[in-house]
Nanobody, 124 residues
Framework: QVQLVESGGGLVQTGGSLRLSCAAS????????AGWFRQAPGKEREFVAT????????YYADSVKGRFTISRDNAKNMVYLQMNSLNPEDTAVYFC?????????????????WGQGTQVTVSS
């Protein structure tokens, strides 16, 4: 069974930083692309960032480009999202996702596994 567990969410003031972590259980396939998505209250879930297995390819939503950084540690089966210069528009539940091929992916339908999400709240 595949499990993704996010952590690191919380309450932060505008301009602050948070680092989200995603711990992946052992996969039967050896390589996987990963991504972060978020869902704000009353809105659809949206793409935030994605990273390939090799970490050689990353993509970001325009709204977070230059402020967020996605990374991974394959030896530990961990994926991270460093979030800087946070603002209230970043308030959302953040989800980690994994797909069964090593490529990065920007679309939700590309992902096979999802975590339960972690709440990020940015106060003004």
């Amino acid at each position: 069974q595949v499990q993704l567990v996010e952590s690191g969410g919380g309450l932060v003031q505008t301009g602050g930083s948070l680092r989200l972590s995603c711990a992946a259980s052992v996969f039967t396939f050896t390589t996987y692309g990963a991504g972060w998505f978020r869902q704000a209250p009353g809105k659809e879930r949206e793409f935030v960032a994605t990273i390939s297995w090799s970490a050689g390819i990353t993509y970001y939503a325009d709204s977070v480009k230059g402020r967020f950084t996605i990374s991974r540690d394959n030896a530990k089966n961990m994926v991270y999202l460093q979030m800087n210069s946070l603002n209230p528009e970043d308030t959302a539940v953040y989800f980690c996702a994994a797909r069964t091929i090593p490529n990065a992916g920007k679309f939700q339908y590309e992902y096979n596994y999802w975590g339960q999400g972690t709440q990020v709240t940015v106060s003004s």
